[in-house]
Nanobody, 124 residues
Framework: QVQLAESGGGLVQAGASLRLSCAAS????????MAWFRQAPGKEREFVAA????????YYADSVKGRFTISRDNVKNTVYLQMNSLQPEDTAVYYC?????????????????WGQGTQVTVSS
């Protein structure tokens, strides 16, 4: 089992930055594919970013490419999502997810473990 705990959400104005953190426990973190998803009100949950075991491979949704950066610290068992130039359409609950298989995936169906989510609200 893997336990995931997100933090760092909040209310910001458009153009601001936030950094989300997700602390993992319960399994060898360095062997987990990690990802961020988000769900806006009234919408389905969508992929945001994912990162490979060693952090050498990253994938991003087109909507966040160039603004968001995913990274990980395998000593601290933590994955981060640096979000810059936030826009109102980025408002959502952001979820951390972990996949114990190999290969970076963008489909939420591939992820075995999920955090409770952290709210990000961007005002215009």
């Amino acid at each position: 089992q893997v336990q995931l705990a997100e933090s760092g959400g909040g209310l910001v104005q458009a153009g601001a930055s936030l950094r989300l953190s997700c602390a993992a426990s319960g399994r060898t973190f360095s062997r987990l594919i990690m990802a961020w998803f988000r769900q806006a009100p009234g919408k389905e949950r969508e992929f945001v970013a994912a990162i490979s075991w060693a952090g050498l491979v990253t994938y991003y949704a087109d909507s966040v490419k160039g603004r968001f950066t995913i990274s990980r610290d395998n000593v601290k068992n933590t994955v981060y999502l640096q979000m810059n130039s936030l826009q109102p359409e980025d408002t959502a609950v952001y979820y951390c997810a972990a996949d114990s298989s190999t290969g970076v995936q963008t489909s939420e169906a591939k992820y075995d473990y999920w955090g409770q989510g952290t709210q990000v609200t961007v005002s215009s």
